[in-house]
């Protein structure tokens, strides 16, 4: 099985900044693509940021230039820096990974439980 942990939410004014962390742990055999969705009341879960093992990243428009999301392949670990936060970033932030847990399985995908980020003065 994989376990996957986030930590790093809280309360923080409009303009401040926080940064989310990830980390998949348990039988792991390979990690591919990482990524933060978020979910705020009433609305879809939604994309923030992905990172493939490479290195390569995609963001939805309403945060690029002000999200940066990064990776530790050796701790199976990735990061959300937020900068510039606006009330419309307030949600329960998930991080999603996708492991292979052997040489012969396919990729199965994991959910962690998710982080509340509030933006409010």
């Known amino acids: 099985q994989v376990q996957v942990v986030e930590s790093g939410g809280g309360l923080v004014q409009p303009g401040g900044s926080l940064t989310l ?3 998949a742990s348990g039988t792991i055999f390979v990690v591919g693509v990482m990524g933060w969705y978020r ?3 009433g609305k879809q879960r939604e994309l923030v940021a992905t990172i493939f093992s490479t290195g390569t990243t995609n963001y939805a428009d309403s945060v690029k230039g002000r999200f940066t999301i990064s990776r530790d392949n050796t701790k199976n670990t990735i990061y959300l820096q937020m900068s510039s936060l606006k009330p419309e970033d307030t949600a329960v932030y998930y ?3 996708d492991v292979k847990e052997s040489f012969y399985s396919t990729y199965n ?3 962690g439980q998710g982080t509340q980020v509030t933006v409010s003065s």
């Open 21 to 23: 962390s990830c980390a």
């Open 39 to 41: 979910q705020a009341p």
């Open 95 to 97: 991080c999603n990974v």
């Open 109 to 111: 995908d994991y959910w």
